[in-house]
């Protein structure tokens, strides 16, 4: 059974890059799937941020797609995600997700328990 | 980008009630609509996928309905274990993916 862990600094200052890994186990990167982050601010509904395929293809949210960069590195099953320009608004859970491979987009089967990510000076 | 709503935002309700929660999609998705649920604390879990297609170790009282623009969670008897917020999510393409607003169910 795939099991998904977010790691990364929990309090990030405004301005800054916050850099979160996404380590798989149980299944294999490189056998398929696309790998995502989706985020959630305290209290509120969920974002999806970006995926990537384990190809190297990457897909963004228009509305972050200048300030985020994802990553894979499959010899070590775990992919990543940058997001620049940090502000009190990034504030909120970031989970990392296995996104279903389809004729569309993806649905996300699995999911990390989630790393609470504080923006503040 | 397409944009999902949800209705009610809350719904109250009781051990056995029948619960119906609406999505709708600002344009046609098909059939490519999630449900999740939401338990406070914790990571969303996939119920239903490609609308009406039930995940693997769901309940069987868990149902999805529903193509284009409508789509319909219903739930045919509430369970203690089922008060939580739900999201659907819309997945028509790879650099669109939007999620509703949530649907809190809560106790009566």
């Known amino acids: 059974q795939v099991q998904l862990q977010e790691s990364g600094p929990g309090l990030v200052k405004p301005s800054e890059t916050q850099s979160l890994t996404c380590g798989v186990s149980g299944y294999s990167i490189s056998s398929g799937y696309y790998w995502g982050w989706i985020r959630q601010p305290p209290g509120k509904g969920l974002e999806w941020i970006a995926s990537i395929h384990h190809s190297g293809k990457t897909y963004y949210n228009p509305s972050l797609k200048s300030r985020v960069a994802i990553s894979v590195d499959a010899s070590k099953n775990q992919f990543s995600l940058k997001l620049s320009s940090m502000s009190a608004a990034d504030t909120a859970v970031y989970y990392c997700?296995?996104?279903?491979?389809?004729?569309?987009?993806?649905?996300?089967?699995?999911w990390g328990q989630g790393t609470l990510v504080t923006v503040s000076s | 980008d397409i944009q999902m709503t949800q209705s009610p935002s809350t719904l109250s309700a009781s051990v056995g009630d029948r619960v119906i929660i609406t999505c709708r999609a600002s344009?046609?998705?098909?059939?490519?609509l999630a449900w999740y649920q939401q338990k406070p604390g914790k990571a969303p879990n996939l119920l239903i996928y490609k609308a009406s297609s039930l995940q693997s170790g769901v309940p069987s009282r868990f149902s999805g309905s529903g193509s284009g623009t409508e789509f319909t969670l219903t739930i045919s008897s509430l369970q203690p274990d089922d008060f939580a917020t739900y999201y659907c999510?819309?997945?028509?393409?790879?650099?669109?993916?939007?999620f509703g607003p949530g649907t809190k169910v809560d106790i009566k």
């Open positions: 997700a296995r996104q279903a491979e389809g004729d569309a987009g993806g649905f996300f089967d699995s």
């Open positions: 999510q819309q997945y028509s393409s790879y650099s669109g993916v939007t």
């Open positions: 344009q046609s998705i098909k059939s490519w």
